[in-house]
């Protein structure tokens, strides 16, 4: 794939030629929603092992959700068929429990759990060892104040319920005869805790709102007027000791937790087929999935649980050829540490389609108005499929098009510190990729 090491001079697609510019000079990403950003684009044709549009497509860019490419590459290739729910030694007198990180244990997408099932059947004491875990809670980058919000759970070695709590407000009609025509709100948790709340008062935006203390597992609820509303906050895992809290009540028993020296060769329990879990992280473009699956791969590769450990492995050996070497941090991209090129997600779009398949490919990433492309490339079904990319003032998004003349494109677009809309620039992104399914 010799093409794909350096960056050619194509003919622009879209402002460029329209204008007359030249690309070299101006740029063809001059003007609104682009003016002021920093914008690199590349589009490699398969069939013909070239580049038929590069802009900027060397340069570094904070790539946000596109980094979930390079570790869906790290899933495939270490998780071919099913993800191990749990590693373990069964002695005579005691079932030893080793931890995997999946993140599908008690995860509502999940409804059947093969590990919850084995450990509920189990009558010898239960040992827990999560000494292979050698990482912190958040990864490298991370935004501290987002520490409430559903989409940044904390990494952990025995993740449970995708390591949030769901809170729901519900109002209901009364039943007291006389306040018949009242409504009643009720606040749960999904699944209950014992862990503290507390009931304030929002005077001024009567909002329903669950804040999580940023030191500890204690929630405080302020109620709203809507009739229906659930919130997603993650809790402080404290290493594994939240979820063996939380799993007691599921399986009806303790697991005690030993540091003991890892056995070479343990059982492996899997609890999901691997691409169930990798359609999810990618149609919704799952953080904590992500996370998990890079954690996963690092135990299955080192048998210990650390993210730069496989990152460094994958860029020293079946990643070794990627055009720049990219600065790759975490698995979901919430780190803006992340530096990748346009090229860098070409490369990888190409090896993964010749490793793993065509029609897996097309499996697992979104289409034309399917997961984060909901409302987009409606036009385009059946011909695109994209992973895509955001943070604030970032935009990316980087894929497979297969163009009206039935040509294989795979391309990149990643645009860094715009000041305006979002929405904007994926809507110029769309523009520029539908402009070049007619033409190619």
């Known amino acids: 794939m010799a093409a794909l090491t350096a960056c050619s001079s194509a003919r622009p697609v879209a402002q460029a030629e329209q204008t007359g510019k030249k690309v070299e000079n101006e740029g063809p990403f001059s003007q609104a929603p682009f003016q002021g950003?920093?914008?690199?684009?590349?589009?490699?044709?398969?069939?013909?092992?070239?580049?038929?549009?590069?802009?900027?497509?060397?340069?570094?860019?904070?790539?946000?959700?596109n980094t979930k490419l390079f570790t869906?590459?790290?899933?495939?290739?270490?998780?071919?068929?099913?993800?191990?729910?749990?590693?373990?030694?069964?002695?005579?007198?005691?079932?030893?429990?080793?931890?995997?990180?999946?993140?599908?244990?008690?995860?509502?997408d999940f409804k059947k759990q093969p590990v919850i099932e084995r450990l509920q059947k189990i009558r010898k004491p239960l040992v827990l060892n999560s000494s292979a875990w050698k990482e912190e809670a958040y990864g490298p980058g991370w935004a501290w104040d987002d520490y409430n919000d559903g989409y940044m759970p904390e990494r952990s070695a025995l993740p449970v319920y995708g390591n949030t709590i769901k809170w729901v407000q519900v109002a209901q009609k009364n039943t007291q005869p006389e306040l018949q025509d009242s409504l009643q709100t009720f606040v749960y948790s999904d699944p209950e805790v014992d862990w503290k709340v507390r009931f304030v008062e929002d005077t001024l935006n009567r909002t329903f709102l669950v804040k999580r203390r940023k030191d500890?597992?204690?929630?405080?609820?302020?109620?709203?007027?809507?009739?229906y509303k659930e919130q997603q906050v993650p809790f402080i895992t404290n290493g594994v000791t939240s979820a063996l809290e939380l799993l007691k009540d599921t399986i009806q028993k303790e697991i005690k937790v030993q540091s003991l020296?890892?056995?070479?060769?343990?059982?492996?329990?899997?609890?999901?087929?691997?691409d169930s879990m990798f359609r999810i992280m990618m149609y919704r473009s799952d953080n904590f999935f992500a996370e998990q699956t890079l954690l996963m791969a690092s135990q299955k590769a080192t048998g210990i649980v650390r993210a730069d450990s496989i990152i460094n492995i994958l860029l020293a050996t079946d990643l070794a050829a990627v055009p720049q070497k990219p600065r790759w941090v975490d698995g979901s991209g919430l780190s803006r540490y992340n530096?990748?090129?346009?090229?860098?997600?070409?490369?990888?779009?190409?090896?993964?389609?010749?490793?793993?398949?065509?029609?897996?490919?097309k499996a697992i990433l979104p289409g034309a108005g399917q997961g984060t492309l909901t409302n987009y490339y409606k036009q385009l079904d059946g011909f695109i499929y994209a992973k895509t990319g955001t943070l604030a003032n970032q935009v990316a998004l980087s894929g497979y098009l297969t163009t009206r003349r039935?040509?294989?494109?795979?391309?990149?677009?990643?645009v860094n510190n715009h000041q305006g809309s979002a929405t904007a620039v994926r809507r110029e992104v769309e523009k520029f990729l539908t402009n070049l399914w007619t033409r190619e």
């Open 37 to 65: 950003a920093h914008v690199g684009v590349c589009v490699y044709d398969v069939a013909a092992d070239k580049y038929v549009y590069n802009y900027q497509s060397d340069k570094y860019f904070v790539p946000a959700s």
């Open 406 to 414: 039935n040509k294989l494109l795979i391309f990149s677009f990643l």
């Open 261 to 274: 020296p890892r056995p070479a060769n343990l059982s492996v329990l899997y609890s999901q087929p691997a």
């Open 339 to 361: 530096l990748f090129t346009p090229q860098d997600f070409v490369w990888i779009l190409k090896k993964m389609r010749d490793e793993f398949g065509w029609e897996k490919m």
């Open 216 to 227: 500890e597992n204690l929630f405080e609820v302020s109620q709203g007027r809507e009739p």
């Open 72 to 108: 869906l590459y790290a899933g495939l290739k270490y998780f071919k068929d099913s993800l191990p729910g749990i590693y373990y030694y069964e002695a005579a007198d005691t079932f030893f429990v080793f931890p995997s990180g999946d993140p599908t244990l008690l995860h509502p």
